[in-house]
Structures are given as structure tokens and as C-alpha cells.
């Protein structure tokens, strides 16, 4: 009985995937309550990660957002991995795949640093650039909700990225990177939701901190998440994100028929 979140790198499906094989090996059940996908379980968006770079934020080769509530997501995992655990979903009654807002459920956070759903819509975008060495709020009140470190300046404010607003603000987080240390950067918000794409946000603020601060901004470990070396490569390298996006489109679409076996719910 587990909240997904709908992206990748949030590591409940990966603890799903471990406990379907770990089942499979003992003869035991494993059922699963679906619950909602916060994000709406619409079209899946951004690279498709490489197995080359398989990790537990990368356990599978899916994109960043992948569109599956986490009933859908294990029935594929269990069939497509070959795990052939015995699985069984209980299914959702009355939802359709849309936006949370549209649900009338109550929020309950899945985790301590994801307190609602604007935090959720922003959380593929910013959590992108958690390898490298900016704060993306965690320690704060708003985490996931705002981008700082002490050497970023007004400049990252004039950043314009469709659907999404950025104002200047400073902030000093509690825990986690820059614990104690004020950062200067952006809130993030989301302003109109039919422009905004998550994975080319976080993008495009990667390749902000990486032109506006070359000598400060660290990107050795930036590929962990994007989970794409050529994405990442040609991302600092000075490629468009509209050639970005072409490139992985393939693979994208590729993971997107493979997804449409595994839908249980229509909008």
C-alpha cells in the first residue's frame, strides 16, 4: 500500500520491482493496492533511462515520468522483466486518469520532503539537478519548490521557461546540501500547467546553471538522474532542448506502445 508519484527516480517502484523478485523466489503473493498517479497518468515524457546507467533510481529502462499509477507500473515490471511473480492488483474504483486536483481526495504526503501536490508537479523538474551541488529546498518549507546555493545570483530569475513562473528569493535550508548556509535562487511555481513539462524544466534550469555559472555549477554526477549520457552530453554541450527532445522521441514512443498494454484505467 504504497503513494507513487509517477517519475522514475522516486524509489517506491524500485522497492516494488525487489519485492515482486524476492516473492517470486519464495512462492509468496504480492498484492498490491493501486492508488492514484498524482501527475494525471498521462503521456509519459523525457528520456528513457539507459541500462548502462541501471541503478536503484534507475531499475528499469523507463522515462522520467512514466504515466502508470504503480498497480500498472508492477504488472509491467513483473511481465516485461520476466519476474512472473504471483501478483495481484487491487484496483482503483472511479478514477480516470487526470490531475489530483481533479479527485477530491486528500492530500496525504508520501514522503516528508512531497507535502502536497504542487510539490509533486514540481518534483521531476527540480529533483533532476539533486546530483549536483545546488539546493532544490529540502530543509525548507517548501521543498521541491525552490532551486538556491550561495554563489547563484538575480540572474537565474530572468530564466524564462513556458508555463513556469521564477522569482528571486533567498533561503537558508535546516538539513540536507548548504545545511545552515544562505542561498540565493528562485521559487519555482507553476503557472500555467497546460505549457509546463516537467522534464524540459529541469532541463533548462540545468543549462542555465551550467552557462551562468561554469566555474561553480557541478554536473559529474548530473547523468544520474536524467539516466541518459547522451541527453546529459549533448544537455551541457549546448544542444536545443527541442533536439534533445527529438532524440529520445524514439525510445519514448517505443516505451509509450509497450505502456498501452498495461493501462487499466481511460480517461
Not at 527529438?246 to 516505451?255: M, N, S, V
Amino acid at each position: 500500500d504504497l503513494q507513487d508519484v509517477g517519475v522514475r527516480f522516486y524509489t517506491y517502484a524500485s522497492t516494488v520491482r525487489r519485492v515482486l523478485e524476492a516473492a517470486k523466489t519464495r512462492g509468496l503473493r504480492v498484492v498490491i493496492l493501486d492508488r492514484p498517479d498524482p501527475l494525471g497518468g498521462g503521456p509519459p515524457r523525457g528520456p528513457v533511462s539507459e541500462e548502462a546507467l541501471a541503478s536503484f533510481v534507475n531499475h528499469h529502462p523507463l522515462p522520467t515520468v512514466y504515466g502508470l499509477t504503480l498497480g500498472e507500473l508492477a504488472t509491467l515490471l513483473n511481465v516485461e522483466r520476466e519476474i512472473d511473480a504471483d501478483l495481484e492488483v487491487v484496483e482503483l474504483r472511479g478514477w480516470a486518469r487526470a490531475p489530483w486536483a481533479e479527485t477530491g481526495l486528500r492530500w496525504v504526503p508520501p514522503s516528508p520532503n512531497l507535502r502536497s501536490p504542487a510539490q509533486v508537479q514540481l518534483y521531476p523538474a527540480l529533483a533532476l539537478l539533486e546530483p549536483t551541488n545546488v539546493s532544490v529546498g529540502r530543509g525548507t518549507d517548501a521543498p521541491f519548490e525552490r532551486l538556491g546555493a550561495p554563489w547563484i545570483d538575480a540572474r537565474l530569475a530572468e530564466l524564462e521557461i513556458p508555463g513556469v513562473a521564477l522569482e528571486a528569493e533567498s533561503f537558508v535550508p535546516r538539513s540536507s546540501r548548504h545545511r545552515g548556509v544562505r542561498c540565493r535562487g528562485v521559487r519555482v511555481r507553476v503557472v500555467e500547467p497546460a505549457r509546463y513539462d516537467p522534464v524540459r524544466t529541469g532541463l533548462a534550469l540545468a543549462r542555465a546553471l551550467h552557462r551562468l555559472y561554469p566555474e561553480r555549477f557541478e554536473t559529474a554526477r548530473l547523468e544520474r538522474l536524467i539516466g541518459h549520457r547522451g541527453v546529459t552530453r549533448g544537455l551541457l554541450e549546448g544542444v536545443t532542448l527541442d533536439a534533445l527532445e527529438a532524440g529520445w522521441t524514439p525510445d519514448l514512443q517505443r516505451f509509450g506502445e509497450t505502456r498501452s498494454r498495461y493501462l487499466r484505467y481511460q480517461r
